[in-house]
């Protein structure tokens, strides 16, 4: 009867029974999914190897590279235009301006230069705040710039650049 008491008494300690399955089983996942990666990983290799070959082994066609502008093609600064705009009264412009020209088509470049300025000038004058504000204004300004160099220089300058525009 003492031993049965002793028994009862004093129970030996037992582990959880869940605790050593849970570590094997993230131990194997672990195992596994590092094992898939490094599968991955080398197929992955393997491919861009071969792509990185038959790059290096074929010659690029490589073309001409395209100019935007010929060589017969100069670029000039003209000077900047300050000028005061027709309303609101007090209101000024700056514009600071390029111009893409065809240098066989234009014998005098200062001359030139001189004549824009003037067009420009003459040409912002008439132009009201209104006109210079909202989302497409600025596209709108240099579109009309545009066709008043075209004009005035007899299709010899084939852009005004727009550099700087200051409304104040």
Do not use: Y
Not at 26 to 48: C, D, K, R, S
Request: hydrophobic share 45%.
């Amino acid at each position: 009867m003492d031993e049965e008491i002793e028994e009862d008494a004093a129970p030996e300690p037992q582990e959880k029974p869940g605790k050593m399955g849970f570590i094997l089983a993230l131990v194997a996942i672990t195992l596994l999914g590092g094992g898939a990666g490094a599968g991955f990983g080398l197929m992955q290799v393997n491919q861009i190897a071969s792509v990185a070959t038959k790059r290096a082994n074929t010659t690029p066609t490589k073309a001409d590279a395209a100019l935007a502008w010929d060589e017969n093609t100069g670029l000039e600064r003209l000077k900047p235009v300050i000028v005061n705009l027709a309303n609101p009264v007090g209101t000024r412009v700056r514009l600071d301006t390029a111009m893409v020209f065809d240098r066989e088509a234009v014998d005098d470049v200062k001359h030139l230069k001189a004549v824009l300025s003037e067009d420009l000038l003459a040409f912002l004058r008439t132009v009201t705040m209104s006109e210079l504000t909202g989302a497409s204004a600025f596209n709108h300004l240099r579109d009309d710039l545009n066709e008043r160099v075209e004009i005035a220089s007899s299709g010899a300058v084939k852009e005004l650049i727009i550099e700087t525009m200051v409304l104040q």
